[in-house]
């Protein structure tokens, strides 16, 4: 059943009665972030919040991430909303006055925002509790950065008693403010991570500073192998988006390589460099191994060294359910309008979600919510030191997100999908 109009206005309503304390949640959380495994001050912050919404509330992983659970029958299907808290480690360059007050931490991945807009759904859903035909678990996960948390918050019990039916997720990125982008299939690819050795050939001595040359070497020589780049500019950004729309062909099918020393100690790791390569499909990633033998191989050769790969660890691909994320459409077209939801035909191949683990646990989408401005020079470009949003991102995601909760719950709840 589609949700009604009625309550769109009333959702509409309640989002922009919210607005202006959401607005000042993000800019409290802006100015004092938490680092991936420090998010304590952040957590007590929400839970202070929440408390007066007459929300069940559970604390996991020392106090650091909680879900918020609005319970209006037991017997009723449950869906969930899960957003993140932690910041990074980079100096904020904004002259604002929600400007970081820790030197060398700052949000500059939006996950400020993401934490208000879960706050702004639980309060505007906490409002409507009488015409909720279910009950909404809210996440709040610290330590994605880290992509530690999801795994963490699912041993603490943020999928159980009960399991949703359904999980979603968003992230803020540089599109215009108040556009949904989604995806129904890749979302962002998971990667492989090697530690590559660099030794003398037998008979031969090599000094650490000449393997430390060598492993520079084959870093140039494996990052000369990728055709895409992470785009810096806005301009360059807007040009990506438009592929990913497009369904770019080359794009549907990237491999991106990334190789580096350990800069910060340069002394721990002679003749030694990391490797990642993130691919949008399985065949892909073993393909890029034998790019990366044959990039190698000829450096190697002419400076009487040998070279090994280690297997340091992977990140699964985050994937959106597709018929999950095209049942929501109607309901987010309506809460934004048609023209400000988009389909991208690609994935966009340069990070990573840690979301993908809750959707091996239960169906999952995860959407695109644009938060950039250029007129006010906020361009929401992540990891970046001048990161910032219009902050108008902050209600409209409250309204998506909240009709999304609402249309799902709706979908469940019917009698051919009603738990027992």
Not at 46 to 70: E, F, K, P, Q
Not at 246 to 255: A, I, V, Y
Not at 307 to 317: K, Q, V, Y
Request: net charge negative; charged share 20%.
């Amino acid at each position: 059943m589609p949700i009604t109009n009625p309550l769109l206005n009333t959702i509409r309503s309640l989002a922009g009665s919210l607005y202006a304390d959401l607005v000042a949640l993000r800019r409290d959380l802006h100015r004092h972030p938490d680092l991936s495994g420090q998010e304590a001050r952040t957590a007590f912050r929400l839970a202070n919040t929440l408390s007066s919404l007459g929300l069940d509330l559970h604390m996991g992983l020392d106090g650091r991430g909680l879900w918020a659970d609005l319970v209006t029958d037991p017997a009723r299907p449950t869906v969930a909303l899960r957003v993140d808290t932690d910041a990074l480690p980079i100096h904020e360059l904004n002259r604002v006055p929600y400007r970081s007050t820790v030197p060398g931490v700052m949000h500059a991945c939006g996950h400020d925002v993401h934490a208000a807009i879960g706050v702004g759904v639980a309060a505007l859903l906490s409002q409507m509790r009488a015409d909720l035909p279910g009950n909404v678990r809210i996440i709040f996960q610290p330590e994605e950065e880290e992509i530690t948390g999801a795994v963490r918050m699912l041993r603490a019990g943020a999928l159980a008693n009960p399991t949703p039916q359904a999980i979603f997720g968003l992230h803020v990125a540089p599109l215009p403010v108040g556009q949904i982008d989604w995806t129904d299939g890749l979302f962002l690819a998971g990667f492989e991570h090697y530690l590559v050795n660099i030794t003398p050939e037998k008979g031969y001595y090599r000094p650490p500073a000449y393997l430390d040359a060598v492993a520079r070497r084959c870093c140039h020589a494996i990052l000369r192998l990728n055709r895409w780049h992470l785009p810096e500019t806005w301009p360059e950004m807007q040009a990506f988006w438009s592929l990913m729309h497009q369904g770019d062909k080359g794009l549907k099918k990237f491999t991106v390589y990334d190789a580096s020393l350990n800069d910060e100690d340069p002394d721990a790791w002679h003749g030694q460099f990391g490797l990642g390569i993130k691919a949008a499909d399985a065949h892909l990633r073993i393909a890029a191994l034998g790019r990366v033998r044959a990039a190698l191989n000829p450096v190697c050769l002419g400076t009487h060294t040998r070279f090994s790969l280690e297997p340091m660890g992977a990140m699964i691909d985050m994937r959106n359910n597709p018929h999950l994320v095209r049942s929501t459409l109607p309901a987010l077209e309506k809460a934004l309008g048609a023209e400000h939801v988009c389909h991208f035909s690609a994935a966009f191949p340069f990070n990573c979600e840690d979301f993908a683990y809750y959707t091996k646990r239960v169906p999952g989408a995860m959407y695109w919510l644009g938060g950039a401005n250029p007129a006010q020079g906020k361009y929401a470009l992540l990891h970046t030191p001048d990161f910032d949003v219009d902050e108008r991102c902050i209600e409209a995601g409250t309204i998506a997100m909240a009709a999304l909760l609402f249309s799902s719950l709706t979908a469940v709840a019917q009698p051919s999908a009603r738990s027992v």
